[in-house]
C-alpha cells in the first residue's frame, strides 16, 4: 500500500500494555468514516457522527445510519463535549502511544534483568503493567527524562498532576529547548517560550491545551460561508438548476442527476463546514468538490446507463451500436419523411433536407442538454449551428445519443418548448 | 485530501482487519492500483457440512461507499441457497435499503454506512451455516437443502473436497 497514506487505527493499543484504550478510541471515531470525529453532530435518536458523514448519510436516505430512524438536517446538534474529548485524546494520542510502547520495552529489559533502576522488589512486571495510570506516567517520564523520549511524554503531562509531582531524582529536559533544569521550573520556564510566540495552536503549551481553548477558537469571528437550503430538486427546471449552480460558483455542466449529486454534495461540504469550528475556505471546499467528482461524479454518469458518459469510450463500437438500433434510425428517418408533403410547396426542393435537419436538430438540442458541457442556456444560435451536422447513423456520437432521448424528460425532447420556456426559468432567483 | 471519502475508509478497514482480523476470515485489497477491488478467504464454519472449506471471494466496492454496500461474489463454486449459480452472494446486509431483490427483508438486517467488511464477511460465514431459504438466490439448492438435506450435505461436501483437490 501506498505508505503516505498512513492511517491510525484503535487497533494501536492492542500491542501495548493498556489494550483498554482500542475502546476509548473506538468511542471516539465516526462509525460512518471510521477517523477520529471532525465536526460531532448528534442527531435526534442521539448519535453522533462526523458533521459531513451524518450531512451525507442523511441526504442519502434520510436514515441514521446506527438505527435507522428517520432524521433531518435541521435536527442535528453539535457535540461539543464529544469534540473536546477527540482534540484532547488527538494530542495526547502519540505520546501515549509512544510512553506505553516504552513500558513495554521497559518491561522487557526488566525481565532480562538488565533493569538497572534502583526500584524495590523483583516481582515488578506485572505490578508495573496494570495500573499505569496517568500519575504513574508522569512519574516515570521524569526519571526516563535523559532517555529517548525525553521530549514527546510531556505533551501529555497535565497540569494538576505535575502539581504535587515531587521530584525524586535529578533534572528533566524542557520539551521545547530540551533545556535541563529542574522539574519544578519547567512550567514557568515554558511560558517564556510561550510568550513571544503566541501561535494560536501552541501544541505544546500545557495552558492552550485546555478546552476553553477549543470553544473560544471557536467564537473567534471568522469570515464562514453562509448555510445553504436543501432545494426540491424535483420542481426545478434543469436551466433553473445549471443557473443555481452557476451563481454558488460551482461546476454546472453534465445532465440533470450529476447536477442534483453535485449540488447536494455542495451543500452538505458547505453546511458542514458551517458547523466547524476551524471552518475552511471556499477554495479548499472546492478542491474537495472536485475530488468527489473526479471519484464520483464520474461515476454517477456512468450508472446513468452505459454509454452516456460525457466523454465516448473509446472502442465504441459505432456500426454495431447503428445495427442494433436501426428500427430506431428508420423510424426517425421515416417520420422526418412523412412531414415534407404539407411543407413541400412552400419550401421548395430543400423541404425533404430541412425536415430532416429537424430531427437532427432535436437530437443534438438533447445531446446539448445532456452530455455538453458548460451550456446554460441553449440559444438560438446553438441551436441553427447544429442544423449543420450532418445525421449519420454510423456516427458513434449520434449513435450515442439516441438511447438519452428515451429517458429524457418530455422538456428536452422538445427542444422548441424547452427554448420558448427559458426565459421564465432564467428569472427565477438564485 | 487527494484521497476519497472512500479509499480512506476502506483503508482504515484494511488496516483494523489485519491488526486484528476475526477467526476464520481472511480480506484485503488484490492489488495497490485498486482499493475498491478486494479478495476475502472464509473458512467453512465448523460443524457444517462446509467444514474444512477456504472459500474465495471477491469483493467490490462501490465508489460512494459506505454510503453504498459494496458485492461479493465467490469464486469458486458454492452450493447454497442464497448464492446464486455465478457465485454471487444474496445476504439483507449486501443491500441497501430501498433495494430489495425477493422483498423479504427487514429494513434494520439491510446495508447501512456502520457496517464494515468483517461484519459483512462475518454474516457470510453465519449465512454459510444457517441458510436462509425464504429467498433462495439457488432455487435448486434451496429446494435440495429443505427436502433432500442429506443428499445437500454430500454435495457440498463433495464440492469442498473437489476445491482442496483431494479428489
Not at chain 1, 389 to 417: C, F, K, T, W, Y
Request: glycine fraction near 6%; aromatic fraction near 6%; charge should be negative.
Amino acid at each position: 500500500m501506498d505508505p503516505s497514506f498512513d492511517v491510525s487505527d484503535p487497533s494501536d493499543w492492542l500491542e501495548t500494555p493498556v489494550k483498554e484504550l482500542a475502546a476509548v478510541e473506538t468511542a471516539l471515531r465516526c462509525q460512518v468514516c471510521k477517523d477520529f470525529f471532525d465536526t460531532p453532530m448528534i442527531t435526534s435518536c442521539s448519535h453522533t457522527f462526523c458533521s459531513l458523514c451524518i450531512r451525507r448519510c442523511l441526504t442519502n436516505d434520510g436514515k441514521c445510519p446506527a438505527c435507522r430512524a428517520s432524521d433531518q438536517e435541521l435536527r442535528l446538534r453539535r457535540n461539543w463535549t464529544v469534540e473536546e474529548l477527540v482534540e484532547g485524546f488527538k494530542r495526547a494520542r502519540e505520546a501515549l502511544l509512544q510512553f506505553n510502547q516504552s513500558i513495554k520495552v521497559m518491561e522487557k529489559e526488566r525481565a532480562q534483568g538488565k533493569n538497572k533502576r534502583k526500584r524495590n522488589s523483583a516481582s515488578q512486571g506485572p505490578d508495573e503493567s496494570i495500573p499505569s495510570t496517568s500519575r504513574r506516567k508522569t512519574r516515570s517520564q521524569g526519571r526516563e527524562a535523559p532517555g529517548t523520549h525525553a521530549t514527546s511524554p510531556n505533551e501529555i503531562a497535565d497540569t494538576e498532576e505535575d502539581d504535587d509531582y515531587q521530584p525524586d531524582d535529578g533534572l528533566t529536559a524542557c520539551p521545547i529547548c530540551e533545556k535541563r533544569m529542574k522539574e519544578a521550573e519547567v512550567f514557568p520556564h515554558l511560558d517564556i517560550h510561550n510568550e513571544p510566540a503566541s501561535t494560536p495552536n501552541g501544541k505544546l503549551s500545557p495552558i492552550r491545551n485546555m478546552p476553553n481553548g477549543l470553544t473560544s477558537r471557536s467564537r473567534q469571528p471568522t469570515k464562514t460561508m453562509e448555510r445553504l437550503p436543501q432545494l426540491s430538486y424535483g420542481l426545478l427546471k434543469e436551466q433553473a438548476l445549471r443557473k443555481k449552480l452557476l451563481d454558488l460558483g460551482i461546476p454546472n455542466h453534465g445532465p440533470k442527476p450529476l447536477l442534483i449529486k453535485r449540488h447536494t454534495e455542495w451543500v452538505n461540504l458547505v453546511n458542514a463546514n458551517c458547523d466547524s469550528s476551524r471552518p475552511r475556505t471556499k477554495r479548499e471546499l472546492l478542491n474537495e468538490l472536485d475530488t468527489w467528482e473526479r471519484s464520483q461524479g464520474r461515476n454517477i454518469l456512468n450508472g446513468l446507463g452505459g454509454n452516456e458518459a460525457s466523454v465516448m469510450r473509446k472502442d465504441f463500437d459505432g456500426a454495431a451500436w447503428a445495427t442494433s438500433h436501426e428500427n430506431d434510425f428508420q423510424q426517425l428517418i421515416a417520420k422526418a419523411r412523412r412531414k415534407p408533403p404539407a411543407q413541400k410547396e412552400n419550401c421548395d426542393v430543400n423541404g425533404v433536407d430541412n425536415a430532416t435537419e429537424r430531427i437532427q436538430s432535436s437530437h443534438f438540442a438533447a445531446s446539448e442538454t445532456s452530455a455538453v458541457p458548460q451550456i446554460t442556456g441553449v440559444t438560438q444560435v446553438e441551436t441553427e449551428s447544429t442544423l449543420q451536422r450532418p445525421l449519420n447513423p454510423a456516427n458513434g456520437a449520434l449513435a450515442r445519443d439516441v438511447p438519452s432521448l428515451e429517458g429524457m424528460h418530455p422538456a428536452a425532447r422538445e427542444p422548441v418548448i424547452d427554448l420558448s420556456g427559458e426565459p421564465g426559468n432564467r428569472q427565477q432567483p438564485a | 485530501m487527494a484521497t476519497s471519502v472512500a479509499s480512506r475508509r476502506l483503508f482504515s478497514e484494511y488496516r483494523a482487519l489485519t491488526s486484528s482480523p476475526p477467526d476464520g476470515i481472511t480480506a484485503g485489497p488484490i492489488s495497490e492500483d485498486d482499493i475498491f477491488l478486494w479478495e476475502a478467504l472464509i473458512q467453512g464454519p465448523d460443524g457444517t457440512p462446509y467444514e474444512g472449506g477456504i472459500f474465495p471471494a471477491e469483493l467490490k466496492f462501490p465508489k460512494d461507499y459506505p454510503l453504498a454496500p459494496p458485492t461479493m461474489k465467490f469464486l469458486g463454486e458454492v452450493w447454497h441457497p442464497n448464492v446464486y449459480p455465478t457465485g454471487l452472494v444474496c445476504i439483507s446486509i449486501l443491500h441497501a435499503p430501498g433495494d430489495d431483490p425477493n422483498h423479504y427483508e427487514q429494513a434494520s438486517e439491510r446495508w447501512s454506512p456502520i457496517q464494515s467488511v468483517e461484519k459483512i464477511l462475518i454474516s457470510v460465514m453465519s449465512m454459510l451455516a444457517e441458510p436462509n431459504d425464504e429467498s433462495p438466490a439457488n432455487v435448486e439448492a434451496a429446494k435440495m437443502w429443505r427436502e433432500r438435506r442429506p443428499e445437500f450435505e454430500k454435495r457440498v461436501r463433495e464440492g469442498v473436497r473437489r476445491d482442496l483437490g483431494l479428489t
